[in-house]
């Protein structure tokens, strides 16, 4: 069993920067593919990054590639967002999740584990 526990989220403006945190309890999360998604008002929920449980294996989707970046410290259980050059598009609320994997899914529904979210809003 994971519990998941989002913050960092806020009010920024486009072009500034953001970290989320996701802590994890439970002294297995070193066994878990980690992965941040987001959904906006009336969008279905999407990927947006992914990390292998090692830290060595990264995936991206193609519209935060090179804006963001995603990162973990299994000694911590957290995984970290790092978003650079935020956009108005990128409002959402974002949700860390947890598979228990071999390899990176970007399907919401392969998720095991989810954390309450936390809201990002980017003003033009």
Do not use: H
Not at 11 to 18: E, R, T, Y
Not at 39 to 54: L, T
């Amino acid at each position: 069993q994971v519990q998941l526990v989002e913050s960092g989220g806020g009010l920024v403006q486009a072009g500034g920067s953001l970290r989320l945190s996701c802590a994890a309890s439970g002294r297995t999360f070193r066994s878990y593919v980690m992965a941040w998604f987001r959904q906006a008002p009336g969008k279905e929920r999407e990927f947006v990054a992914g990390i292998s449980w090692s830290g060595t294996k990264t995936y991206y989707a193609d519209s935060v590639k090179d804006r963001f970046t995603i990162s973990r410290d299994n000694a911590k259980n957290t995984v970290y967002l790092q978003m650079n050059s935020l956009k108005p598009e990128d409002t959402a609320v974002y949700y860390c999740a947890a598979d228990y994997a071999l390899g990176i899914k970007s399907d919401y529904e392969e998720y095991d584990y989810w954390g309450q979210g936390t809201q990002v809003t980017v003003s033009s």
